[in-house]
């Protein structure tokens, strides 16, 4: 039996949920697995497959497709979230299920499902052909707690009270909670998706958290009294955990946005800590005001900057602005780990998706949060009161942060004592985060924990 084991690998089907910011954890997940001694399937939509582009991706992570029912365009293709969504439980159901025959026929059948929990659906296509079921939490935990403390009913929405008190979670303003809960009503859709992510949490085996304990061990603790919580993270790929990039240079995917450009070159001359790098991440999208004033606020602080503008958003960028340059760099995608890891970076203006959040942390680069929406709200209060790395832009009654408050920003992290501190800090994060992944870290043993659970369970 003991030989049978052993000689047997567990083969994973990972389906992230087919964004920039589900996949990239699910993806560097995915690799740690491999790393130890699991088989390992990925699955994206056959729309996110037609775009997307692996970049130095070298890995033996096999790759196969379902649908979402918007082949052409995905997400972009739908009327609207709700009709993405519900379309995507219908066809995506249909077509796990031919995977799954497919793969069983095959003799490459699949012992356990990890689903991004935006696609609660899974669990029950994964339990009809009896496999064991693992649920990845893309978002920090403090959010998980507090959006399943709204699938609960345990909140009671609209908020009524003006300051919030739940278990494992410093006190916190009702503006401080995710915009779908603080601006209840105004995104149904989104709304459904993050509290449905707890739908069928009850059902699954494991509940994997993209965070690492040390992050937020109150609330961490308080979630593993309900569920079987393993935290997992950073899911940052391991060579940049380290700020020297190593031979291994295994990186990622890069899905919609295929003209990613280095930026390496371009920093490299460049002084120590003197670069404000600038990211809205994958989705977000500004205002064209709010885009002119971090275009004057860059400007006008005079440093070097690199700042990252989707082309869909280009269009909003003043007017002969990008000619005017002399310190500036606008590029449209790049490889972001590359560029907190180069020692010219000195400060990250963000919109706190939880990603850049904890890729910037894992890095040990200070921040200027400006969340915009969902999660990145409350990844904002972490970021500045909690974890004390960051400052926040503070908006006027638009809510637009001014190229002042930009300026002003950049300044107290470049400048003052108040920013070294915050500098440090981010130092002290970057070595915790480290450690938490390494042999024998809190993540690292997770990991080795469940695949030991999964070898144990399939005896
Ligand atoms: C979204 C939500 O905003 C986020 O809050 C949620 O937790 C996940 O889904 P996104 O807005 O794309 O994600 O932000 P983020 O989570 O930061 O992910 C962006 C990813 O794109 C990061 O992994 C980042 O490294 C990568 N990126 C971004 C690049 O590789 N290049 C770029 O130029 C910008």
Redesign the pocket.
Do not use: P
């Given at each position: 039996m003991e030989k049978e084991i052993k000689n047997q690998i567990p083969h994973c089907l990972i389906i992230p949920y087919p964004?920039?910011?589900?996949i990239?954890p699910m993806l560097q997940f995915s690799k740690r697995l491999l790393q130890k001694g699991l088989k390992v399937t990925l699955v994206n939509t056959i729309s996110s497959s037609k775009t997307f582009k692996t970049i130095n991706l070298n890995t033996s992570i096999e790759f196969e497709t379902i649908s979402d029912g918007f082949d052409d365009g995905g997400l972009t293709a739908a009327k609207n979230i709700e009709t993405y969504i519900e379309t995507f439980r219908r066809t995506g159901s249909q077509t796990l299920t031919q995977l799954l025959h497919k793969l069983t026929k095959s003799n490459n059948s699949i012992d356990c499902v990890i689903h991004d929990a935006f696609l609660p659906w899974v669990v029950d296509v994964a339990k009809e052909f009896e496999l064991y079921v693992a649920v990845f939490l893309?978002?920090a935990c403090c959010v998980n707690s507090i959006n399943f403390h709204a699938f609960k009913g345990w909140l009671d929405l609209p908020l009524l009270e003006k300051e919030i008190v739940l278990p494992g979670l410093p006190k916190l303003e009702a503006a401080d909670l995710p915009s779908f809960l603080y601006k209840y009503g105004t995104h149904p859709g989104y709304f459904d998706i993050l509290t449905n992510q707890f739908s069928m949490i009850d059902q699954v085996d494991w509940v994997l958290a993209n965070t690492f304990y040390e992050l937020e061990p109150e609330v961490v603790d308080w979630l593993k009294k309900i569920w079987s919580l393993k935290t997992i993270g950073p899911c940052v790929p391991s060579m940049f955990l380290d700020r020297r990039i190593q031979d291994d240079n295994d990186y990622g995917i890069?899905i919609f946005n295929p003209n990613?450009e280095s930026c390496i070159k371009w920093l490299d001359d460049k002084p120590k800590g003197s670069v404000v790098y600038v990211?809205f991440?994958?989705?977000?999208s500004l205002s064209e005001d709010q885009t002119e004033e971090i275009a004057y606020g860059l400007k006008n602080c005079g440093r070097f900057f690199i700042w990252?503008v989707r082309e869909s958003e280009k269009s909003k960028i003043p007017k002969g602005f990008s000619e005017t340059l002399e310190k500036g760099l606008i590029v449209t995608?790049?490889?972001?780990?590359e560029v907190f890891a180069h020692e010219a970076v000195g400060c990250f203006v963000t919109?706190c998706?939880?990603?850049?959040?904890l890729?910037a942390l894992s890095l040990g680069v200070p921040m200027i949060a400006m969340p915009i929406w969902?999660?990145?709200i409350t990844?904002a209060k972490f970021i500045v009161d909690v974890w004390k790395i960051a400052v926040k832009g503070v908006g006027d009654e638009k809510g637009v942060v001014r190229r002042e408050s930009i300026e002003d920003c950049i300044r107290e992290i470049m400048e003052t004592e108040k920013g070294n501190e915050l500098k440090n800090n981010a130092i002290k994060w970057k070595n915790v985060s480290k450690k938490s992944v390494d042999e024998g870290g809190s993540s690292d043993k997770n990991i080795v924990e469940f695949v030991n659970e999964l070898m144990l369970r399939r005896k």
């Open positions: 964004t920039q910011g589900h990239n893309t978002q890069n990613s990211s991440g994958s989705r977000s990252v995608w790049c490889q972001q780990l919109h998706g939880w990603n850049s959040t890729e969902t999660d990145q990844n």
